[in-house]
């Protein structure tokens, strides 16, 4: 009895073994790659308005994090010989030898944080185009945050391959695979409706895949109780009560009317 499909395996276990091996070398040549975006919003005390906490951070090791780390640096060395309008991104390395861990960040008001980020900026990453919505009701701040991102490979270093042949694109594919990039955000108050998953410290987080190519949108929505305004509100009504009583009672004591003084008998003994 002849086994069939016997040719059909056979080229499934060649693709197998190919892709197992455009892996190992990705992982051998190029290294591995994290990368995580926060946007986190604080709302002004008191105040209205709020502010965005803007960070990148890339862990990385290998060709790609050396180029990474590269086009990163070279940016803000751009950035400051010719500055642009905007709040300027500040870079913290804290790279190891062959690992790089860098740090960029920055705090803009929500009218600044809803302007695209160049991806030359982040070594070629697309950090998402953020839209925000606040509605101020005295007591409480309600946020609607929607982002848009469109995964995208970073500035591939000297030597990545160029997908021009069915192993070119495997082995981009296993490049793009072993990247993860992780969207962190967090708002204030109680977070009433999302897309995202709950992360550590009390921030929501998306786990985005380079290889689909497709945009993704974030969104999110909470509601933040404005307790110091309620304190503010408290302590003005307070006062205002105080304010009135003491008012009251002068007037209550001006209006009593003093009994007349005695007077002298008409005739004396």
Known sequence: MVARGGPQCGEVNRRLAMLAAA???SSACFGK?????TQTIEPTPILPGASVKQEVNVDADGLLGTAVKQAMTDA???AQKQPESGTQWQIRDNSDGAA???????SVSLNEAQTAVPQSSTGGFDVGTISIHADDWLVARRYAVRVVVSPSAPTGPTGTPTA???ASQQLAQAILAGITYDYYMSLPGVVTATNGLPGDQSRLVWHLDLTSGTERILTAESIYPDVPRLILLL???ALIVVGMIVLR???SRAGEVEPPAAQPPLFQA
């Open 235 to 237: 302590v003005i009504i």
């Open 164 to 166: 021009n042949d069915a």
């Open 76 to 78: 803000a060395a751009k």
């Open 100 to 106: 790089v861990h860098l740090r960029m960040f920055r």
């Open 249 to 251: 009672s002068r007037r």
């Open 33 to 37: 790659f994290a990368l995580g975006v």
């Open 23 to 25: 892996g190992l070398l």
